[in-house]
């Protein structure tokens, strides 16, 4: 594992950021047929991206990588029968995807080579996430979970982007 795989997946990470927002503010603009579009390019990226932090994180853990990457395809596939059929999924989304954040925290926690300070603000996101979806979260919960979802987000992707990993500890933790 170099650095450079583990920029390409801040890269993936930035694309899926990007068109995530992008067909968000389309629908919400009305346009529908761009805003569908641009919503299953996300999904595929966010899958990608599942494949890409199982990849990075199998030294940590394989177990808890593989189960990472299931949750990451069961929250994307519950996305796309949503965006499909425009209607709810059976599940809501953010079910997997804040156990998804509680997962890839653990693997930053497992890792040695990344800051575990990522691993933490990852948890936290996995908890609100998880928060998000009780019925009874007052409002002003739910603008900081989302912002804290974003931070933490944003925080793993802009190390990935600018310092990838520290690769003699990646390759030492895949060796033992």
């Not at 595929?44 to 990451?72: D, E, H, M, Q």
């Not at 395809?73 to 998804?100: C, E, K």
């Not at 300070?117 to 900081?144: E, N, Y």
């Amino acid at each position: 594992m170099t650095s450079s795989w583990a920029r390409t997946t801040g890269f993936v990470y930035l694309l899926y950021f990007l068109t995530a927002i992008a067909g968000q503010v389309l629908v919400s603009k009305h346009e529908a047929l761009p805003g569908k579009t641009i919503n299953f390019i996300s999904v595929g990226l966010y899958v990608l991206l599942g494949v890409l932090f199982g990849r990075l994180f199998w030294p940590s853990s394989k177990v808890l990588s593989s189960i990472a990457v299931l949750f990451n395809f069961a929250g994307g596939a519950m996305t796309l029968l949503a965006l499909h059929t425009g209607r709810d999924a059976p599940a809501n989304p953010l079910l997997f995807f804040g156990v998804y954040c509680l997962l890839l925290g653990a693997l930053i926690l497992r890792s040695t080579f990344l800051p575990r300070v990522l691993g933490l603000l990852l948890l936290a996101a996995g908890i609100g996430w998880l928060a998000f979806l009780a019925p009874w979260h007052p409002r002003l919960l739910v603008i900081s979970i989302e912002i804290l979802g974003f931070v933490s987000e944003a925080a793993l992707m802009v190390w990935l982007l600018l310092a990838g990993v520290n690769e003699q500890k990646w390759i030492k933790q895949a060796a033992a």
